[in-house]
């Protein structure tokens, strides 16, 4: 019988955390803990994900990671999902950006371990590109055009110094289903779909901004084949990914899908340039990137776009 590896979520009532959690507690290999910062972790999920030991941890700090080392012990693999994501409060709060992306009280806590035996998975972003081109590659020069990206950039660097095995995973858009604890951020193709719903209501979708949008259970196969691939070869891992869907797509060809499989009138959209519309942040034009070393190094193929909003929505209406 193969030794049951730890694996610790940080940020686990997330909205990725959560789908994470589900992941890896039907995989049925592991030995589970999160992070949470509520007052009490949502009893659904705990219920769902059992048998798992959530951990009330400051970020910020570092406060409780002290009792996760006592009760759980140091885990084989951390994956961080915690984040301030908005990149307009980001802009709007510029320190505590900094002090919940760049993950410094996680990256001392495993250093204290006195070893190199935790692999830690971050979840980073595409918004580190410009957006000067499309379909960046894992070695093209990043210049991030916001708070947001910078502080997801900066955090990359002091992993990369800090620690031995890493893997840095750069995520564009992650959409899905709901959450077995609803999130409170709106989800993108359920925020589409319930404008469009409207009926008779035209609703504006920029046509000039390109992301690759992965579907959450993409991502979550993502991280389990880094988890799987550390475990079984036992040897210093040190990657950097961009993790994407298969297509480069605008908001408009989102609304688009969604419309499509739904069945809503097309007229109902209206593209509209980025530039026209002001959101308080710097938002890079074309991010999209190339996945070709994801395939390569972990084996994993993101689906079409227009297959996971299919399987979003179904998902949702079940």
């Not at 030991?53 to 700090?61: K, N």
């Not at 992301?211 to 990657?239: E, F, N």
Request: with cysteine; net charge negative.
């Amino acid at each position: 019988m193969a030794e049951r590896r730890r694996v610790l979520v940080v940020g686990g009532t997330g909205y990725l955390g959560q789908h994470l959690l589900q992941g890896l507690a039907g995989a049925l290999l592991y030995d589970l803990a999160f992070t949470h910062n509520r007052p009490i972790p949502p009893p659904d999920l705990v219920a769902a994900v059992s048998p798992v030991i959530p951990f009330r941890v400051d970020l910020r700090t570092g406060d409780g990671f002290d009792a996760i080392s006592s009760s759980f012990g140091q885990p084989d693999v951390v994956v961080n999902c915690a984040a301030l994501s908005v990149p307009r409060a980001c802009e709007m709060d510029p320190a505590a950006a900094v002090s919940i992306n760049v993950p410094s009280s996680l990256v001392n806590w495993l250093s204290s371990f006195n070893n190199s035996n935790s692999l830690l998975v971050h979840l980073s972003t595409d918004q580190v590109y410009e957006g000067v081109k499309s379909f960046y590659k894992e070695e093209d020069e990043a210049v991030p055009v916001n708070m947001y990206g910078k502080t997801k950039l900066a955090a990359e660097q002091h992993i990369i110094a800090q620690c031995s095995n890493y893997a840095i995973l750069r995520s564009s858009i992650i959409y899905g289903p709901q959450t077995i604890s609803p999130v409170e951020k709106s989800l993108p193709i359920q925020w589409i779909d319930s404008v469009l719903n409207k009926q008779g209501h035209e609703v504006e979708f920029f046509h000039d901004e390109f992301r690759c949008p992965v579907y959450v259970k993409d991502m979550v196969d993502v991280i389990m084949a880094a988890t799987k691939k550390w475990i079984s070869d036992g040897k210093q891992m040190q990657l950097l990914l961009n993790v994407g869907g298969a297509n480069r797509v605008s908001r408009l060809q989102m609304a688009e899908s969604v419309a499509r499989i739904k069945g809503y009138n097309p007229s109902l959209i209206k593209p509209v340039s980025a530039s026209s519309v002001d959101r308080g942040v710097r938002s890079p034009s074309d991010i999209s990137m190339d996945i070709s070393r994801l395939i390569q190094v972990l084996g994993v193929s993101p689906c079409l776009f227009e297959d996971g909003v299919r399987s979003t929505l179904e998902a949702d209406n079940a």
